[in-house]
């Protein structure tokens, strides 16, 4: 990948590399499944950088898209739990309106839920499939002409139904996605632990709207 291809994020994940090497410590930039603590199965870091004293698991994101991303939340307080373990969010500025959700994006959170349904963490799971659902609204209000920054998810979906680009079933299963995510951060997920079957129809749907909206974009 050239450089001018990079995305905003793989452009900071690579300086914050550059700086933790400059500390001494092995800083390496994951491509595929990493061995992680019991508990953290699964999940895959933007960046991992360790000294034989520390290791840190960094993240990059929009900030933006960093107070919809709840599955950080239960990342961190996982990595908190672990002696000699640290997580570290780094929030970047937003790209500007107008850039949509790529195919890489969505790939890379389905590649997260498989990771983290391989591991029995289907609450994670359920974290990254609601995040990809969110990024595909957002692009399907943006093509709509709605004022995407400064309106919830939520919202978007709700008008994008109102629009009829939206069906209102699809809207539904989503929503009770997020709703779900929602309860996790707030009660002991082992209780309401999502199964294997409702993560992946959420995927399933995402890919069904992947689709409509590749379809009404070739035909504009």
């Given at each position: 990948?050239?450089?001018?291809?990079?995305?905003?994020?793989?452009?900071?994940?690579?300086?914050?590399?550059?700086?933790?090497?400059?500390?001494?410590?092995?800083?390496?930039?994951?491509?595929?499944?990493?061995?992680?603590?019991?508990?953290?199965e699964?999940?895959?870091?933007?960046?991992?950088?360790?000294?034989?004293?520390?290791?840190?698991?960094?993240e990059v994101k929009q900030s933006d898209a960093v107070r919809k991303a709840n599955e950080l939340t239960l990342v961190a307080d996982r990595v908190a739990r672990l002696p000699g373990w640290r997580f570290e969010l780094i929030a970047i500025?937003?790209?500007?309106?107008?850039?949509?959700?790529?195919?890489?994006?969505?790939?890379?959170?389905?590649?997260?839920?498989?990771?983290a349904l391989a591991a029995g963490l289907s609450d994670m799971a359920l974290d990254y499939a609601a995040h990809a659902a969110g990024l595909l609204i957002t692009e399907a209000g943006r093509l709509e002409g709605l004022k995407v920054d400064h309106m919830a998810t939520r919202d978007v979906a709700r008008e994008?139904?109102?629009?009829?680009?939206?069906?209102?079933?699809?809207?539904?299963?989503?929503?009770?996605?997020?709703?779900?995510?929602?309860?996790l951060m707030h009660l002991d997920p082992t209780e309401l632990a999502p199964s294997s079957e409702e993560v992946?129809?959420?995927?399933?749907?995402?890919?069904?709207?992947?689709a409509?909206?590749?379809?009404?974009?070739a035909a504009a």
């Open positions: 990948m050239t450089k001018a291809s990079l995305t905003p994020e793989e452009t900071k994940i690579r300086a914050v590399a550059r700086q933790y090497r400059r500390r001494g410590y092995t800083a390496l930039v994951p491509r595929g499944p990493i061995e992680l603590p019991q508990g953290l699964g999940y895959v870091p933007d960046l991992i950088a360790t000294n034989g004293r520390e290791t840190v698991l960094v500025a937003p790209e500007p309106a107008g850039r949509l959700a790529t195919r890489e994006q969505l790939a890379t959170l389905a590649d997260k839920v498989d990771r994008l139904v109102v629009r009829g680009v939206l069906p209102k079933p699809l809207f539904e299963s989503f929503d009770l996605a997020w709703r779900r995510r929602g309860e992946r129809q959420v995927m399933r749907l995402i890919e069904n709207l992947r409509e909206l590749d379809a009404e974009s």
